[in-house]
């Protein structure tokens, strides 16, 4: 499971609103040292993503949650991203 910490910033009548920042590839590319992709971390480091929640279970603003996904979700989201497009230009390509 991946976990990422947000923080309740708005609640409205179903849901709450919840904000977080990017995380930062791996430590070492953080620090500059990896492969590069903490150059693309600190592009996007003052952004923060902003999403909606259903009200479940009481929280209050400024209250720190932990959002996260299952591996296995994210892994058949990237299979339909990269794979599916791919696999569409090479059948396009055959006929």
Do not use: D, H, W
């Not at 009200?55 to 794979?83: D, F, H, M, T, W």
């Not at 791919?86 to 006929?95: E, G």
Request: proline letters at 5%; hydrophobic letters at 45%; a positive charge.
């Amino acid at each position: 499971m991946i976990i990422q910490p947000a923080t309740v910033i708005a609640e409205t009548e179903s849901s709450y609103i919840l904000e977080t920042l990017p995380k930062a590839a791996c430590p070492r590319c953080e620090a500059g040292k990896g492969c590069g992709g903490g150059i693309l971390s600190q592009a996007f480091a003052n952004k923060t993503y902003q999403l909606s929640i259903n009200k479940n279970k009481p929280l209050e603003i400024k209250q720190l949650v932990q959002i996260g996904i299952q591996s296995s979700v994210l892994v058949r989201a990237s299979v339909l991203l990269y794979l599916l497009p791919l696999v569409f230009m090479l059948a396009a390509a055959m006929i």
